[in-house]
């Protein structure tokens, strides 16, 4: 079991839950907001996407992500950044035709990806360890192992700690060969996404198998999707992780209630006290992860 927990919160996502929530963040000033909100509540780190400000739709623009830089560091609130850069991944099959990418392709290369970490230096940035079929559909996400060394080099150049978004095994087996190689600057940090189909299923023996897997030293968290979001808090503090929460991947508090960011990571914290942990501020938690500050990412 781990006793010291650090939470993160994933406070908007990119997937399409406008619409089925009254209140998912839209705009850099909302995201800004959330994350704010979240980290008063108590999370000691926030994950961030941005969304198309007219649309609502998942995106990736700089502009974006830098509005809602400058708004949090901008607040006095002290919270860890950990900026997606898990977009610029999706390829929709064409149909008839496989070879011409059909409507929400949004493909670029790993660099391109990282823009807005270049610029903007977080503590923490996201890379999306493989390739998955994503959903019922012909959606796929492309991550290949080319792309994720480069990403990966890049990346420890810059000073930034990846965050290792596993959705399944092979993903962990991917991510270790590169902290084997010398990519990935310890501890190593890992996030089990469980639940997202088609990856990883949401329950223990999915998150133990992956667990075990991990390299010597590792730091590790883990989150379910929707209804599986707290059982899995529970299930990642017990198994020795860290926990993740957030309207990104579930949006109700109770069957039939809208939660907000704050009231998920206060029920997350609320558990996490009852098993008898306790959670790290981002102060705790920046030691754990051995993080470099944005000030000194930038000048190393």
Request: aromatic residues 4%.
């Amino acid at each position: 079991m781990n006793t010291e927990v650090i939470v993160t919160c994933a406070v908007t996502g990119a997937g399409d839950t406008v619409g089925k929530h009254p209140a998912i963040p839209v705009t850099p000033e909302q995201i800004a907001n959330a994350v704010i909100e979240a980290a008063n509540a108590g999370a000691a780190v926030t994950h961030i996407h941005v969304r198309d400000p007219k649309t609502g739709q998942g995106g990736r623009h700089p502009d974006w992500y830098r509005e809602v830089v400058e708004r949090v560091r901008g607040s006095g609130v002290d919270v860890i950044i950990n900026l997606s850069a898990g977009m610029g991944g999706d390829y929709v099959v064409g149909d008839p035709d496989p070879l011409k990418p059909g409507p929400g392709t949004d493909l670029v290369g790993p660099m391109e990806r990282l823009r807005h970490v270049e610029e903007l230096l977080p503590e923490i940035c996201t890379l999306d360890c493989g390739t998955l079929n994503y959903g019922d559909g012909n959606l796929t996400y492309i991550s290949t192992p080319a792309m994720l060394r480069t990403a990966a080099r890049r990346v420890q150049e810059l000073g930034v700690k990846p965050e290792l978004e596993c959705f399944d095994m092979g993903h962990v087996w991917l991510a270790q060969q590169m902290h084997s190689e010398g990519l990935l600057d310890d501890p190593p940090m890992f996030q089990l996404c469980l639940g997202i189909p088609y990856g990883a299923p949401a329950d223990t023996n999915a998150m133990k198998a992956m667990r075990d897997e991990l390299p010597e030293g590792a730091v590790w968290a883990a989150f379910g999707i929707s209804r599986h979001q707290m059982p899995m808090v529970a299930q990642s503090v017990l198994l020795g992780g860290h926990v993740r929460v957030g309207l990104e991947d579930n949006l109700y508090l109770k069957k039939g209630v809208f939660a907000s960011n704050g009231q998920l990571v206060e029920k997350a914290i609320q558990i996490i006290e009852l098993l008898g942990a306790r959670t790290l501020t981002p102060a705790e938690a920046r030691v754990k992860l051995r993080l470099k500050t944005a000030r000194t990412a930038a000048v190393s």
